[in-house]
């Protein structure tokens, strides 16, 4: 795809659902007796990883497009599946489900793509199998191919090394199969929509501080569920409306979670023309409208807990950094590594061919704003967030960009090119 500079983006979008809840739907829904309608679920290929994967698991589910109905089985009614289970490019469908195949009483083969199969799965191997759980890396890399052999698992304690809301969510579906209590601590609190949902679904759920303390479920109940609209795609929209010349976007019904707004506060430390509007919000989720107009912007230090409330929104930020004044230090951000691309070297790459003022750390990058970007070919190793974080800078840029593999958009938000086009002026 060729892209080029914009006069500016004026008027209002509405992005798809968010992805982390949209899964989520899938797995509690299955899970639980009766049906479970969802609003807003994202039509996305990974959310659609998860529909294929409970479907093979006998679940009825009926994608009607913008609502899905999970005819839910109960907490022992999944079935084995006599295919391997394709989780596509989906992180978040690999880690989650492994936690409740480990306690199914069957075999099953979890696969996916070239770049799942590079994606770090000791992290949940490890407190999966401390629970007695019997996983194993098919080609003993510690990657997918996973083969997860069902098995009675016990309660822990599980400390985490890493801030991940897959690690800490695998954990917690298998603990509602387990033997008495299962409970994770995380060294800075990432996004909590699985404690959220399980409550929900009438899970006995506990939150203090940075632990989460979940007890063996005897049935979940079906729950309406509306999705909101998901922030990590409303920051391309945030960071296009600020960096633009004659601009004013607004985002409708954007989940702003505290555990997942730190791009809010990015925003706002950078000093840019940002309103958030509180909206109703549903299934204790909040949610506002989002205005974002041309911005004068600062350079800031991003670092510490706020990391994990905004991870997949890096790649923006980095690109919003460009057009600051003085230097943004991003740091604390080794996961950056071991997401759908290694997005610290991407990122810098990228830029780099683009002409800005960046370089790479070992858990982040250091990008000192006010350089002139200029077209470039440009590398998005089919990861969704780099294309669509680039497609924002080309439209910035001097001269044209082309984005190799910027088709990738499927994966969390199949229109995005259409909805930002609409925007221009
Ligand atoms: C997700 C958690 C995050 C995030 C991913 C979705 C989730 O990963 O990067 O896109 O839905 O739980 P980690 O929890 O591994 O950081």
Redesign the pocket.
């Known amino acids: 795809m060729k892209l080029t500079r914009v006069k500016g983006f004026k008027g209002e979008v509405t992005v798809p659902g968010d992805?982390?809840i949209s899964?989520?739907s899938i797995m509690l829904g299955s899970l639980a007796k009766g049906d479970t309608e969802v609003y807003g679920f994202l039509q996305g290929a990974d959310c659609l990883s998860s529909i294929d994967c409970f479907s093979k698991m006998g679940v009825e589910i009926e994608n009607k497009g913008d609502m899905v109905i999970i005819h839910g089985r109960g907490l022992h009614g999944l079935k084995a599946s006599s295919d391997t289970l394709d989780v596509g490019n989906s992180?978040?469908t690999t880690?989650?489900m492994s936690g409740i195949l480990a306690a199914q009483q069957f075999t099953s083969r979890v696969n996916g793509d070239a770049s799942i199969q590079k994606r770090p799965m000791k992290?949940i191997m490890t407190p999966l199998s401390m629970m007695g759980a019997d996983i194993t890396s098919e080609l003993s890399n510690d990657c997918a191919p996973l083969i997860i052999n069902g098995k009675q698992l016990k309660g822990i304690h599980y400390d985490s090394p890493?801030?991940?809301?897959?690690?800490?969510?695998a954990v917690l579906f298998a603990g509602l199969y387990a033997e008495g209590e299962t409970s994770v601590t995380e060294p800075a609190v990432?996004?909590n929509?699985?404690e959220l949902m399980f409550e929900e679904f009438g899970v006995d759920i506990k939150c203090q501080g940075k632990t989460a303390t979940v007890k063996p479920a005897k049935e979940l109940y079906a729950k309406k569920v509306v999705v909101p609209g998901d922030i990590?795609s409303a920051a391309y929209f945030m960071v296009a409306g600020a960096i633009t010349p004659n601009s004013q976007i607004t985002i409708k019904n954007v989940g702003i979670n505290p555990t997942r707004d730190g791009i809010v506060r990015v925003f706002e430390m950078m000093g840019a023309d940002i309103q958030v509007e509180k909206t109703s919000g549903d299934i204790g989720e909040p949610t506002a409208d989002i205005t974002v107009s041309t911005s004068n912007l600062k350079g800031c230090v991003i670092g510490g807990d706020i990391i994990?409330t905004l991870?997949?929104e890096i790649p923006a930020i980095a690109i919003l950094a460009c057009f600051a004044e003085g230097e943004t230090v991003i740091k604390d951000a080794q996961?950056l590594k071991?997401?759908e691309s290694n997005r610290i070297d991407v990122m810098v790459n990228n830029l780099k061919a683009m002409g800005a003022d960046i370089e790479a750390t070992d858990d982040g990058m250091i990008i000192r704003g006010g350089k002139q970007l200029h077209g470039a070919v440009i590398d998005s190793k089919l990861d969704h967030r780099i294309a669509m974080s680039f497609a924002v800078a080309a439209m910035n840029a001097d001269g044209d960009t082309e984005i190799i593999g910027s088709e990738c958009v499927d994966i969390s938000y199949p229109k995005f090119y259409d909805d930002i086009n609409k925007l221009k002026m």
């Open positions: 992805k982390s899964h989520r992180g978040t880690r989650l992290r890493v801030a991940s809301a897959q690690v800490k969510s990432s996004r929509h699985t990590s994990p991870i997949d996961e071991v997401k």
